[in-house]
């Protein structure tokens, strides 16, 4: 059974190049986003820690922790970020949970609960670990969806796609395409009276799509 939207994400205790964590206090009262691996030292994940190394300011400003996962040891990761910050010339300043005993990949439901990791394992047998998961200050999965290992993620997408979560959160949806600064959504469950008093002028497209400017 796959982990669905507006669920509460699994909590464990797991150690990272950071230390030990207890994932929802690490959270905290913060947004987060959990982006996993299926092995240290890989080309397209190596572009991709960088990307979010590189992303640091924009995650501040959304008050969103990020951390990474992958299928390897401590000591790996710690060599690994060097590798990172070479090719992005900048400082990974984000944690990285080892999950050599693939308890977190299985409890996010990437691996099944018989996977093992074999003696002289490549990517391979762990390529299904290539998930985003955004979480919400309330422990719940907001958004999730999984890469195959020869597609490197579009970061620039999911900091979109956080930007329009955390819109959403002021009660509105977002249309296709949506960038920060454009017109927003009222859902079909608001009147138009109410949607009168709560967002002011709003275009009636059909009477089940009406836009407004986004709420500051």
């Not at 987060?32 to 992303?55: M, N």
């Not at 003696?119 to 979480?135: C, E, K, L, Q, Y």
């Not at 597609?151 to 977002?174: C, H, P, W, Y």
Request: charged share 25%; with cysteine; aromatic share 10%.
């Amino acid at each position: 059974m796959g982990l669905r939207i507006n669920e509460v994400v699994p909590n464990f205790t797991a150690e990272t190049d950071q230390g030990t964590i207890t994932f929802h206090d690490w959270i905290g009262d913060s947004w987060a986003i959990l982006f996993s691996h299926p092995k240290d030292f890989t080309p397209v994940c190596t572009t991709e820690f960088g990307a979010v190394a590189q992303l640091a300011d924009e995650w501040e400003k959304r008050g969103t922790k990020v951390i990474g996962v992958s299928v390897d040891g401590v000591e790996d990761h710690k060599k690994w970020k060097g590798d990172i910050e070479t090719y992005a010339e900048t400082k990974a300043g984000f944690p990285i949970i080892a999950d050599d005993g693939l308890a977190v990949s299985k409890a996010f439901d990437m691996l099944p609960a018989e996977a093992y990791l074999p003696d002289g394992r490549t990517p391979a047998d762990s390529a299904t670990v290539r998930s985003v998961f955004i979480i919400g200050p309330d422990k719940q999965l907001k958004l999730s969806m999984t890469y195959p290992m020869t597609v490197g993620r579009n970061f620039a997408e999911i900091l979109r796609a956080l930007d329009g979560l955390q819109m959403s959160s002021k009660g509105v949806a977002t249309p296709a395409n949506w960038m920060p600064g454009e017109d927003v959504i009222i859902p079909p469950s608001v009147s138009d009276e109410d949607a009168k008093a709560k967002f002011g002028e709003f275009d009636t497209i059909f009477p089940y799509l009406r836009k407004t400017k986004a709420p500051e």
